[in-house]
């Protein structure tokens, strides 16, 4: 079982998240919305062993967010989710380790596939 930590500013997403992460036996803790300058703080505090995070999102993108969050913990794994297939998300993504991007509408066996292949083996 795993800590996650889910970022979603649409309250059905966060909740079709959650409930996928749930079923697969993972700890799941929502943040409707963050701000660059709590991010850091925020992880530290919920130490998860995962992050899913919405690319576009009000006050704070994802890519900003996991840059913040690895402020805090540099070897945090993350899953990005975008309805966008704009190549410069693409571009920016590939340049943060243990990342993974999965484009919307979400299938959630791939959702499932990066939370494995993203966590620690134990």
Known sequence: MAR???VDDSKLMRNLLRTILEQA???VE???DVTAGEVAGRI???NPDLLVTDFQMPGCNGLTLVRMARKARPDLPVVLLTATHDPAVTDALKSQ???RLLHKPLREEDLLEAVVNLLPQS
């Open 4 to 6: 996650i930590v889910v």
């Open 25 to 27: 036996g993972h700890e």
């Open 30 to 32: 929502t943040w409707e």
């Open 44 to 46: 530290t505090a919920a």
């Open 97 to 99: 380790p243990d990342s």
